[in-house]
């Protein structure tokens, strides 16, 4: 489905949303593990499928890197994000105008998705360019693609993720035998789940089976699940998760904060919620329109640090009612906040443990994962030294 929007008259921006596997497979009935099979070939496939829908939605306008001489500022640039207050870094951005007014002449056309490797499969076939996404749908598109599909170039949000469970689960010893939900199969917090789920000695398979059945669903029908009584928990990032607290009575079992202590990134508690990736092939063809999106994503960075509380709800509320159709209540978008921090750190020493849980939940394999940053424009911009702790360009 798409919902045009025009948040940048003076860019002429375009914007489709595009729900993770709706374009590729119907929704699966909770508890059908056929469906989730079915995810993780499109996963590890390329998802021809959704991109192909994406594509179409924009047909007509030419491809961002057509024709152009490398380095030329690029005609257009197609960017994805989430409708998630994670994500508040590119809500911000498009919104206020922060990126378009970078880009210049570039045309900015954004596209709203429900989960990273949905947003993966259309960034890999060319019909977005850069997209916010979390970090594992990112290392597993390069690894599979052995380091040539896409660079991480920034962080956008650290935090704010946690397993919300029904009031009468109270520790992981109540989870044999229950029914979890993560957005997508491969996603960030579906390999957090299933990473923590074998920390308490939980076996889980891609297909649903295991000592706790995962059912990777659309957040919004995970909503709608838990509140029927047909789910019994889910991990999941804000507002998600402060949507289940506040409005269906869930409570937090086990908030991912907690699970990081510094050791890997210097920052406690802090770990990689959402990135800013590129298209290698788009970056290598236009580094300035590549700068000119940091530009923008740092000034919206800035914005959300330093805005005061109440501006800053209201500003990402409406930008969340263009992208995801609806706005939050006070208390969700307050709650979601509080346990977020915005950064354009990438956090990257953080990425070897990442892998690690993405190769143990089944959804991508061991691999280098040496290159995948590229931070250079990154630093260039901002003067400073962001690590890429010795994982690609800084």
Do not use: C
């Amino acid at each position: 489905m798409t919902t045009p929007q025009d948040n940048s008259p003076q860019n002429q921006q375009a914007s489709t949303r595009i729900v993770a596997g709706q374009s590729s497979t119907p929704k699966r009935p909770l508890g059908l593990k056929i469906g989730v099979i079915a995810g993780l070939v499109a996963l590890v496939g390329g998802g021809v499928a959704v991109a192909s829908a994406v594509s179409a939605n924009n047909a007509g306008t030419s491809p961002a890197s057509a024709a152009a001489p490398a380095g030329n500022p690029a005609a257009e640039l197609k960017l994805g994000y989430f409708g998630n207050v994670t994500h508040a870094p590119a809500l911000v951005g498009v919104s206020q105008g922060y990126i378009a007014e970078e880009l210049g002449d570039t045309k900015l056309s954004t596209q709203v998705f429900n989960a990273g490797p949905a947003a993966i499969e259309a960034l890999n076939a060319g019909a977005i360019d850069a997209t916010y996404i979390g970090p594992n749908p990112a290392i597993n598109s390069f690894v599979k693609s052995a380091g040539e599909s896409v660079h991480i170039i920034a962080g956008a949000a650290a935090g704010g993720a946690q397993l919300v469970v029904k009031p009468e689960i109270t520790s992981a010893a109540d989870l044999k035998g229950k029914t979890l939900a993560s957005p997508q199969l491969g996603g960030t917090q579906d390999v957090a789940l299933r990473a923590w789920l074998s920390t308490q000695g939980y076996k889980t398979n891609v297909d649903g089976s295991g000592d706790v059945a995962i059912n990777p669903t659309e957040n919004a029908q995970t909503l709608k699940l838990f509140q029927d009584g047909k789910l019994d928990g889910a991990w999941l990032p804000e507002p998600w998760a402060s949507r289940l607290v506040l409005t269906a009575g869930a409570k937090v079992l086990v908030d991912e904060k907690d699970l990081w202590d510094g050791s890997l990134s210097g920052k406690a508690g802090e770990f990689p919620t959402t990135i800013l990736i590129v298209n290698q092939k788009f970056a290598a063809e236009h580094p300035d329109t590549i700068k000119a999106l940091l530009k923008g994503h740092v000034k919206s960075v800035e914005w959300l640090n330093g805005a005061a509380a109440g501006e800053k709800a209201t500003v990402i509320n409406a930008a969340l009612k263009e992208a995801a159709g609806a706005e939050l209540k006070a208390d969700v978008i307050e709650r979601s906040l509080k346990n977020i921090v915005f950064t354009v750190d990438p956090l990257a020493g953080t990425y070897p443990k990442l892998l690690k849980d993405g190769v143990e939940a089944g959804t991508t394999k061991q691999a280098d994962i040496n290159g995948i940053f590229d931070l250079a424009a990154l630093n260039e911009v901002t003067g400073d030294k962001t690590s890429a702790a010795g994982l690609g360009k800084e």
